[in-house]
């Protein structure tokens, strides 16, 4: 037997037509798309935040504030335009009274910031609006550093970033036709601090270079150039005259046998064609972590023809070794001395360091470990190769050294092989 609901005046029509609807509702929204998030419990705004103060920092501001006491206070928004007019928002938890509002450029004008208390069931506050003034993006003081001059095959580019902001240097040269476009290599994503690096490729003909650094919000400096910059002349080191040498006595020679001996490197077999050409240190390492040769035997050490003003080498991972094998940072040095040795901190009979400090990176463009390193990253490092470039007025050189620094995967950095060494510079006449 059904059940009878007998209405007994208006407001309990008024009680019974709600929970009807209310069923309705829950009707009609079980048979479309779920919802995800809580429903709306209540419909009470939360209080505003008060005491609204900030700082300005290069390209941002950082805002504080006090919370409201709302118990069910999920967030605060910041509502605000960048410099090109683009709408942006910003959230910081309620376990926070701070928020960084960035992406800025100039430093003008004042700016306007709206900030909303959010609840749990996204009741929104009455907005507060202040003005802020933030410093100028740290674009501009980047682009007032950068030292620009004449390379091997192009131009270096020097500068200074000292809060490791994320920037683009942008690089442009002309074409046949007068047109700009993109320099070879010419888009430089960098956050480190102290930048040297080149744009490569060109003839010894004199053009120009247009430069000007850039942020992620688009925020972009005015373009300063670089006239009729005539790059010097680069040339592959010939190979020909290259020879086993070990002046250095407190360096042994330690090649896996004969056939794996220093020679090798430069024997222009690397990658998927050179099978196992490579030289390779002993079984287990343990002996040295470095090795020397001769970058030209035919040199005359006393009037310094045949030395080698060197811009880059090219250095080749074994074949199916990839980064494992290979040193994860590599130190680079030179001399003109056949007395050279480890021994000399100074004078003309020490090694000269060509790398960084602690050596030259050689990662895996993907950014992953040599333990993940992907079937492209193995390609790079083993066909392709990994350029370690020697910064603007490095001096001559004829012997060489390079050293395993540091290994990937944390193994010994006496254990270790390398496909092949290729140098470019110029050689003296």
């Given at each position: 037997?059904g059940?009878i609901?007998t209405?007994k005046?208006n407001n309990?029509?008024?009680?019974?037509?709600?929970?009807?609807i209310?069923?309705?509702a829950?009707l009609f929204?079980?048979c479309?798309?779920a919802?995800?998030g809580?429903?709306?419990?209540?419909?009470v705004?939360?209080?505003s935040?008060?005491?609204?103060?900030?700082?300005?920092?290069p390209?941002?501001?950082?805002i504080?504030?006090?919370?409201?006491?709302d118990?069910?206070?999920?967030?605060?928004?910041?509502?605000?335009?960048?410099d090109n007019g683009?709408?942006?928002?910003?959230?910081?938890?309620a376990?926070?009274n701070?928020?960084?509002i960035?992406?800025?450029g100039?430093?003008?004008?004042?700016r306007?910031?709206?900030l909303n208390?959010?609840?749990?069931?996204?009741?929104v506050?009455?907005?507060?609006?202040i003005k802020v003034?933030?410093k100028k993006s740290?674009?501009y003081?980047i682009?007032?550093?950068?030292?620009?001059?004449?390379?091997?095959?192009?131009?270096?580019?020097k500068w200074?970033n000292?809060?490791g902001h994320?920037i683009i240097?942008?690089?442009?040269?002309?074409?046949?036709a007068?047109?700009q476009?993109?320099?070879?290599?010419?888009?430089i994503?960098?956050?480190?601090?102290?930048?040297v690096?080149?744009i490569r490729?060109?003839?010894t003909i004199?053009r120009?270079?247009?430069i000007q650094?850039q942020d992620r919000w688009?925020?972009v400096?005015k373009?300063d150039?670089?006239?009729?910059?005539k790059?010097?002349?680069?040339?592959m080191?010939?190979?020909?005259f290259?020879a086993?040498?070990?002046g250095d006595l407190t360096?042994?020679?330690?090649?896996y046998?004969?056939?794996?001996g220093v020679q090798?490197?430069w024997?222009?077999?690397y990658?998927s064609?050179?099978?196992g050409?490579?030289f390779?240190?002993k079984?287990?390492?343990g002996i040295?972590s470095?090795?020397t040769?001769d970058l030209?035997?035919?040199?005359?050490?006393s009037?310094g023809?045949?030395?080698?003003?060197p811009?880059?080498?090219?250095?080749h991972s074994?074949?199916?070794?990839?980064?494992?094998?290979?040193g994860?940072?590599?130190r680079?040095?030179?001399?003109?001395?056949?007395?050279?040795?480890?021994?000399?901190?100074?004078?003309?009979?020490a090694w000269?360091?060509?790398?960084?400090?602690?050596?030259?990176?050689?990662?895996?463009p993907?950014?992953a470990?040599n333990?993940t390193a992907?079937?492209?990253?193995?390609?790079?490092?083993?066909n392709k190769?990994?350029d370690l470039?020697f910064?603007?007025g490095?001096k001559?050189i004829?012997y060489?050294?390079?050293?395993m620094?540091?290994?990937?995967?944390g193994i010994t950095?006496?254990?270790?092989?390398i496909?092949?060494?290729?140098?470019?510079g110029k050689?003296?006449?």
């Amino acid at each position: 037997m059904g059940t009878i609901i007998t209405l007994k005046n208006n407001n309990d029509m008024k009680k019974n037509n709600f929970i009807l609807i209310a069923f309705l509702a829950v009707l009609f929204f079980s048979c479309n798309e779920a919802y995800i998030g809580q429903y709306p419990v209540e419909f009470v705004a939360p209080d505003s935040v008060s005491t609204v103060t900030y700082d300005s920092l290069p390209g941002a501001v950082k805002i504080t504030y006090k919370l409201p006491s709302d118990k069910d206070l999920l967030y605060v928004k910041a509502t605000y335009f960048l410099d090109n007019g683009k709408k942006m928002e910003a959230t910081a938890s309620a376990f926070t009274n701070q928020m960084l509002i960035d992406g800025y450029g100039n430093s003008d004008s004042l700016r306007t910031v709206i900030l909303n208390a959010v609840d749990l069931n996204q009741n929104v506050s009455k907005p507060i609006v202040i003005k802020v003034k933030p410093k100028k993006s740290p674009i501009y003081d980047i682009m007032n550093s950068i030292e620009a001059g004449v390379d091997f095959g192009g131009i270096y580019l020097k500068w200074k970033n000292p809060l490791g902001h994320k920037i683009i240097v942008v690089v442009n040269t002309e074409d046949k036709a007068g047109k700009q476009l993109q320099a070879n290599g010419g888009k430089i994503y960098s956050q480190a601090k102290d930048v040297v690096t080149n744009i490569r490729g060109y003839d010894t003909i004199p053009r120009n270079f247009y430069i000007q650094v850039q942020d992620r919000w688009g925020n972009v400096t005015k373009i300063d150039t670089l006239k009729q910059a005539k790059p010097i002349f680069e040339q592959m080191i010939p190979k020909t005259f290259q020879a086993k040498w070990n002046g250095d006595l407190t360096i042994p020679y330690q090649e896996y046998n004969g056939s794996f001996g220093v020679q090798m490197v430069w024997n222009n077999k690397y990658g998927s064609t050179a099978g196992g050409d490579c030289f390779s240190t002993k079984a287990g390492g343990g002996i040295s972590s470095s090795i020397t040769y001769d970058l030209n035997s035919q040199a005359n050490n006393s009037t310094g023809k045949g030395w080698v003003i060197p811009s880059r080498v090219l250095i080749h991972s074994r074949n199916g070794y990839g980064y494992s094998a290979l040193g994860k940072y590599v130190r680079v040095w030179g001399s003109t001395s056949p007395d050279v040795s480890t021994l000399n901190t100074e004078g003309p009979n020490a090694w000269v360091l060509l790398s960084p400090p602690q050596g030259f990176l050689i990662a895996p463009p993907s950014g992953a470990t040599n333990l993940t390193a992907t079937a492209d990253d193995k390609a790079a490092i083993e066909n392709k190769g990994f350029d370690l470039v020697f910064p603007p007025g490095t001096k001559p050189i004829r012997y060489v050294r390079i050293e395993m620094a540091e290994m990937w995967g944390g193994i010994t950095n006496t254990s270790f092989t390398i496909a092949e060494l290729t140098w470019y510079g110029k050689v003296l006449n």
